[in-house]
């Protein structure tokens, strides 16, 4: 394959690996979490999320490489590590920032300890683990969805300043 061929497989590979992801994690923000938090039965809540949560964390995982792997071939082909250097690719740096968020929370911290942590405050207070879950998703998808919009307009040449 000519690496010009690569580079645009590099880039289907990039956004596929997005829509799975960012879509699975608005699913999980707008749908998932308000649908549990309206369950009354707190046992109920944790285990059905820890079923459905957890099957999204093994394709999270997944696309989370394909998306980074594709990301920084990208980079490396257009030469364009200078645009960290840059404020105007101001969207390269949330992109690379949202991936590694992602990354260390569902390859570090999760295993290390934040599983266990979130058990644990959710049989203590199940409405303000609930509660703080949400917030946080709400925050992950924001900063997301900032990127997706910065870099879609970005590589067209609009210039945000
Ligand atoms: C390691 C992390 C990442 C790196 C190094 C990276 C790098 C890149 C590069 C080099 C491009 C092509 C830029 C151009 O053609 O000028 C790109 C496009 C794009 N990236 Fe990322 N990216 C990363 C993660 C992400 C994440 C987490 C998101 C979503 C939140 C994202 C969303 C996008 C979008 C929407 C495009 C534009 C695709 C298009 O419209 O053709 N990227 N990325």
């Known amino acids: ?17 997005i829509v799975l992801w960012i879509g699975g994690v608005a699913f999980v923000t707008t749908v998932l979490i308000p649908a549990l938090r309206s369950l009354s039965d707190t046992r109920k809540r944790f285990e059905l999320f820890e079923k459905l949560e957890r099957r999204f964390a093994l394709q999270a995982k997944i696309v989370t490489v394909i998306t980074g792997l594709s990301g920084f071939y990208m980079t490396w082909f257009l030469n ?18 949202v991936w590694f968020i992602f990354t260390l929370v569902l390859f570090v911290l999760e295993p290390a300890f934040l599983h266990r942590w979130f058990s644990q405050q959710a049989a203590k207070d199940s409405e303000n683990a609930f509660k703080w879950l949400q917030r946080l998703h709400v925050i992950l998808l924001t900063l997301s969805l900032i990127a997706i919009m910065g870099a879609v307009a970005g590589t067209r040449g609009f210039s945000f300043f």
């Not at 394959?1 to 690996?17: C, D, K, Q, T, Y």
């Open 80 to 97: 364009a590590w200078s645009r960290y250097t840059d404020p105007a690719f101001w969207w390269m740096h949330l992109m690379t920032l």
């Open 1 to 17: 394959m000519r690496n010009v061929e690569l580079f645009i497989f590099a880039r289907v590979l990039h956004v596929i690996g």
